[in-house]
Nanobody, 115 residues
């Protein structure tokens, strides 16, 4: 079992920055990869970025060059640094952890980009 708790969402103006955090607890050494997903109103949940246990990263084309995913030294925390935010980045952002073929999810944190 893995438990995930996100923090760091909020309201920001276009062009601004936010940093999301995800704290994992439980069987963290069984985690294969962690990632961030987002879901905007009336849209499907989509992958934003993922980082493997070995440190490899992958990003959605829409956020490449603006967002950076990273993990803390203790490997039980994950971050998403979001720069140059756009209106279309508005969504609920979810932390995800994959253990083999099973996905664990956090409760989500709202990010609103608005002028």
């Amino acid at each position: 079992q893995v438990q995930l708790v996100e923090s760091g969402g909020g309201l920001v103006q276009p062009g601004g920055s936010l940093r999301l955090s995800c704290a994992a607890s439980g069987s963290i050494f069984s985690i294969n990869s962690m990632g961030w997903y987002r879901q905007a109103p009336e849209k499907q949940r989509e992958l934003v970025a993922v980082i493997t246990s070995g440190g490899s990263t992958n990003y959605a084309d829409s956020v490449k060059g603006r967002f950076t995913i990273s993990r803390g030294y203790a490997k039980n925390t994950m971050y998403l640094q979001m720069n140059s935010l756009k209106l279309e980045d508005t969504a609920v952002y979810y932390c995800n952890a994959r253990v083999d073929w099973y996905h664990y999810w956090g409760q989500g944190t709202q990010v609103t980009v608005s002028s």
